[in-house]
Structure formats: C-alpha cells, structure tokens
C-alpha cells in the first residue's frame, strides 16, 4: 500500500497521538480539514476522497455508486453530533452475504468512523448507527464480499461542528454510568429478519471537545472494539473510532442460531472492558 503520511496520520491517528495532538492547543486544529469558515463542497470532499482512499484500500479496484450496498443520511443534520445513518445490503446482489462494511467521513479528522466485521451466515443485511460529522461531507459506505471486491455507495450531508461539539451529558454524570449497556429485541415481521439493537453508555469523547470549565481539550476517549455474537457465533463485530457519537447505538438484523444467548463485549481506549449476555427472545426466532 501507497502512503502518504500526511493523509494516513488524518486517517488512522493512534488515540494516544490524538490526545498529544490536542493538548498542543487551537493551533494544532489547523490541520483538520473543515476547521475553516469556509464549509465543503461535494468536489472538495470528493478530492479528499480520493487522496485518501489509497490508504484504506491501496491499489484495491473499488466499484462506485454500486446498488450492492445503500446508504442513508439527512441532507441537512439537525445535531451534527448525532447524525443518523443507515446502511444496507440487497442480499439478491450479495448471495454470499458481505464480509465487512468500512464507513467513512471524507472530511472529519479521522475519516474512517468504523469498521463492521459481519460474522458468515450472520444474516446481516442492515445497520444503522449515529456518527459526528464536522463538516459538509460525504459519508460513504464500502462492502467488501468474500471474494474480496469492494462496492460502495455515498450520500452528501450538511452538518458541521460534530466532533467538537459539547458532550450530552457532564463528565461525572457519564463516568458513573460508563459501560451500561441495553438490548432491544424486534420480532421478525413482514418477511424481515428480526433486529437487535445495542445501546451503551459512553462518552465516546473525541478529543475535539473542550472541557466547559477549564477550556482545555477533553482526551480522546471511546469505544475502540465491539463483538457481538449469539450462540458462540459472531454476528458483529466493529473497530471504530472517534465518529461514533457519545453514547453509541447499533440496530442491525440477524439470522438467530437456536436459543444460545446473545453476548457483546466491547473494549474502550483506555482498555476498560464492557460485558453483556441475554437470552434470545422466543418471538426473536
């Protein structure tokens, strides 16, 4: 793989990097793209796109504006800390089911927000989340299938602001319920597969935010990998990254595996491990 190491470290930046970075002051802001007053253009953030790719996905053939994989997100953002999206696979064109999907920012610090490791024969055909988007972006989602080619789709988002802006809820207030977790169960309905959705407690701060009292950087601090699995199979799994808004929240369908328990484990930054496990509801299978 080609790099470049101005567009890797905006990429893939270790946190602890991050936290460095952030703690030079405003002047290391500098070198974020949307930082400026002046707001992105759908060619702009294409030309982001397409230095970055190379250092995600090297010299891979990546086919665009592919009908495989679908992604959806308002036009203009009401809370640019809180953007909805929703990504789905049309299993008539993925028989095989896809192996992973990466969803990517063009233009937030770090572009690449997460990546999602879809368990074989998990049955995952859609997911949605919540993301920070700091700036006019498009927010792009690529598939890989099994065989290892690449399809990906985009929609454009007007939102600005995301990773800096101020977290929900006051730090003491997030530190006592860090690692809660909540399972939501949907029967299977009109042909669809049943749904799980996973809510944590979080802060998932992004190293952008200031702390209100003393204005300095708050550390880079967030849910860094999940695994989700039912019946000692995985369904999910992600590595994500500063874009996942506080208080992360995934709604995804399944293929359920008999009555073997459904279980998340999910690792923080600062290597604090989180455990859940519930039994599959009857109206699940």
């Not at 695994?227 to 709604?251: C, H, K, T, V, Y």
């Amino acid at each position: 793989m080609r790099i470049d190491a101005f567009r890797t470290w905006r990429a893939l930046l270790p946190v602890a990097l991050i936290s460095s970075a952030l703690a030079l002051g405003a002047g290391a802001l500098t070198v974020f793209p949307g930082t400026a007053h002046a707001q992105q253009t759908p060619a702009s953030s294409e030309q982001v796109w397409q230095g970055l790719k190379g250092d995600v996905f090297g010299d891979r053939t990546i086919q665009a504006d592919s009908d495989l994989v679908r992604i959806e997100a308002p036009k203009r953002a009401q809370d640019a800390a809180l953007v909805p999206v929703d990504i789905s696979i049309d299993p008539k064109k993925a028989p095989d089911g896809v192996k992973s999907l990466t969803l990517i920012i063009d233009v937030n610090p770090s572009p690449v927000a997460a990546t999602f490791t879809i368990g074989k024969d998990a049955g995952v055909t859609h997911l949605s989340t919540r993301v920070r988007v700091n700036d006019y972006s498009f927010l792009r989602a690529i598939a890989e299938t099994p065989d290892g080619k690449l399809y990906m789709t985009k929609t454009f988002v007007k939102a600005s602001g995301g990773c800096s802006a101020p977290a929900v809820k006051n730090m003491d207030e997030a530190q006592k319920t860090i690692g809660q977790m909540k399972l939501r169960q949907f029967a299977a309905a009109d042909g669809k597969a049943p749904e799980l959705q996973l809510m944590i407690r979080h802060p998932n701060n992004s190293g952008l935010q200031r702390d209100p009292l003393t204005q300095y950087f708050i550390p880079a601090h967030f849910i860094q990998t999940l695994a989700i699995s039912q019946a000692d199979q995985p369904i999910l799994s992600m590595e994500g990254g500063i874009s996942i808004s506080e208080d992360p929240n995934f709604r995804f369908d399944y293929k359920p595996r008999g009555g073997g328990e459904i279980r998340v484990e999910a690792v923080d930054t600062q290597g604090k491990k989180f455990t859940g496990h519930w039994p599959v509801e009857a109206a699940g299978l």
